[in-house]
């Protein structure tokens, strides 16, 4: 199986190492740099069904991008498309649900699946895929990414439940039961509820229950591509 390790700070790279046959798929223009023996292709993994939900509903590229040690031992560089940090997740015993966009590399023997979530509220919801999730299968290594820092969080049954901004969440462990909506303030009923996220300027969160892990990253991904599109506009109109 490939080798994964994370090179560099604070914002790493993804290193590879693969021997001759060995073969890793990732994240389309992740490539950084590759060594001579390695072959960079695209590739519909899971067939056409699966690729488009990918597509559709994470916004990742229809054709992944598969690299194969074809000629010899070799090595390369991925990156994720933003700046920020990676996690290499261990996949086996413990599976995880990837939140949009967070997905960089895998090794073979694992899948990014599209199934149908069965929270209502993660399905009326933005931030994890709608009514479809990405949730990974197999064994071997999963790489993610996140805007800024990123920490693994334990979630266990003590905590009772443990709430957690949408936008900040890369990834979970698949075994916990979560709720996608917004934050609760006391006896003040629904509409309560919605008039204080409104007024507060929370947005969404996500409410975890059980015992697994969570990642979450320092920066909101969709606040910061909102203060980058809103900065560039200022800047156009200065501009004419």
């Known amino acids: 199986m490939a080798e994964f390790n994370l090179v560099g700070s604070p914002e790493p790279f993804l290193h590879v190492s693969l021997k001759k046959g060995e073969s890793i798929y990732c994240e389309s223009d ?5 060594e001579q023996n390695l072959e960079v292709g695209g590739k519909l993994r899971g067939g056409i069904f699966q690729s488009f939900m990918r597509r559709f509903t994470s916004g990742e590229s229809l054709f992944q991008q598969q690299i194969k040690a074809t000629a010899g031992d070799g090595e390369c560089l991925l990156s994720p ?9 261990e996949i086996g015993q413990r599976q995880y649900i990837l939140s949009d966009g967070s997905f960089v590399a895998a090794t073979d023997g694992t899948s990014i699946n ?3 979530q069965s929270n209502i509220g993660g399905a009326l919801f933005g931030g994890t895929g ?3 999730i990405m949730e990974t299968s197999g064994q071997g290594k999963v790489c ?3 805007c800024g820092t990123l920490l693994e969080l334990d979630i266990t049954p003590e905590q009772g439940e443990v709430t957690i901004d949408n936008g900040h969440v890369a ?3 698949a075994s916990l039961n979560y709720n996608v909506g917004i934050p609760s303030s006391g006896s003040r009923g629904f509409v309560g509820n919605i008039f204080n996220s409104l007024t507060s300027g929370e947005g969404l ?14 920066r909101n991904r969709g606040s910061y591509l909102q203060w980058l599109a809103t900065a560039l506009g200022r800047n156009n109109s200065s501009s004419n």
């Open 171 to 173: 990834g979970w462990d």
């Open 130 to 132: 709608g009514f479809v």
């Open 205 to 218: 969160v996500i409410k975890f229950r059980g015992h697994g892990k969570v990642i979450v990253c320092s």
């Open 114 to 116: 599209a199934k149908v």
């Open 30 to 34: 992740a490539m950084v740099m590759m």
């Open 81 to 89: 498309n933003l700046d920020g940090d990676m996690q290499i997740l």
């Open 144 to 146: 993610i990414s996140g």
